[in-house]
């Protein structure tokens, strides 16, 4: 036995594949070493494109324009690949799509699955409550979601127009630029905007209150880490740090959401990603549902990978459409049942007795509950609380009253 067990490691080693002390899972051994894992990426990267998923007129086109392996087509950008093909823009996307999908499921992943890290639960607990969330400056609605939006998770905003989506969004493109020490999370914001609706004007006055509710605080404590903090927290700072894009259709908004990661590479100080609005491109020009349902269960899980693996929280916007039932219909978030699940938290906003409220009406770890809350001239704020009411015969007691007190005194 031992005879074989050092003729097995001679010739391992004779092959290449000893790796740290355990021998390769590809060659009979424990963890994954570079020479197999080199090998199965280029095993993946040259199947055959006829070996897809894909739709068998997207196939012939392919394979006709001289796309015949998989790394062939993964080195383009979805518009080329429309323009060389033949296809369409939304058949390049899913392609791209699936692809790197299906190649991203090839024995590499099963291959590095044997050496990826195992956490515990304590572990994953201590690092969700190191990681901390972006406050709303609405404090009602804060500890609604437990403590402000959280990261690495995705929060869909619902509501009909004019309640309050945009608002809170560009609040929450300048609140996860707040210092450390004022109880923020430092970061920068990535801003998608669908409809043309972010107003610089508006982010101004935002900006500016939130620039001065943290003056006060370093004023209060007078300790030199809150001086260096507002040194570089300012109206200019603020707005260098939201990096906007406008995408005018589904297919700009699929690109601009492929190419993030790239876009980290770059900035990884980004901590909050904005879609404004998800549902806006997806609503019109879709004849084939069947591909839009496709489109967006892959732009959630590409949005999920990018939560997990950047550390970010993801807002999205989604607008209300009316269900019509047997006896009754009501508002319901748009996209469909299936787009339910793609968001971790979501959160109606709504009207009621010309009060705005908001609505957790999905959380893992939050029971369902309604806030009140305001869109003042500062941004998004809590409703200020009632003042002592004075009974209409107590007044008019003390309307009687006065003027005979001020007849004695004269």
Known sequence: ESRKNKERDKSVERAGCWFGGNLCSVCSG??????????????????????????????????????????????????????????????????LQIVRRESLGDKVCFSEAASVR????????????????????????????????????????????????TQLCMQLAVDVQIPECFGGIAGEAVYIDTEGSFMVDRVVDIAEACVQHCKLISKSHQQHEYEESMASFSLDSIFSRIYYFRC???????????????????????????????????????????????LLNGLAQQ????????????????????????????????????????????????????QRFATLYKSPSHKESTVPFQISPLGFRDVPAPGPQVSSSESQTNLRKRPRVEDVKQ
Not at 65 to 89: C, H, N, W, Y
Not at 252 to 281: G, K, M, N
């Open 30 to 95: 424990v963890s994954l070493c570079h020479s197999c894992l080199f090998s199965a990426q280029s095993d993946t990267m040259q199947r055959d494109v006829g070996s897809f998923p894909l739709a068998p007129t997207v196939k012939v086109k392919l394979i006709g324009a001289g796309f015949l392996t998989a790394q062939d087509v993964t080195g383009m950008k979805p518009l080329e690949l429309s323009r060389e093909a033949g296809i369409s823009k939304e058949e390049a996307l899913e392609t």
């Open 248 to 294: 005018h259709d589904y297919v700009e908004l699929l690109a601009q959401v492929h190419l993030l990661p790239d876009f980290f590479l770059q900035h990884p100080e980004v901590r909050l990603v904005i879609i404004d609005s998800i549902a806006s491109p997806f609503r019109h020009d879709f004849d084939d549902l069947s591909l839009r349902t496709r």
């Open 303 to 354: 949005l999920i990978g990018l939560a997990n693996d950047h550390k970010l929280a993801v807002i999205l916007t989604n607008q209300m459409t009316t269900r019509i039932g047997q006896s009754q219909s009501m508002l319901v978030p748009a996209l469909g049942e299936s787009w339910g699940h793609a968001a971790t938290i979501r959160l109606i906003l709504h009207w009621q007795w010309q």
């Open 118 to 165: 195992k956490y515990t639960a304590l572990e994953l607990l201590e690092q969700e409550q190191a990681q901390g969330a972006i406050i709303t400056f609405c404090s009602v609605l804060d500890d609604m979601l437990g403590g402000g939006v959280p990261l690495t998770k995705i929060t869909e905003v619902c509501g009909a127009p004019g309640v309050g989506k």
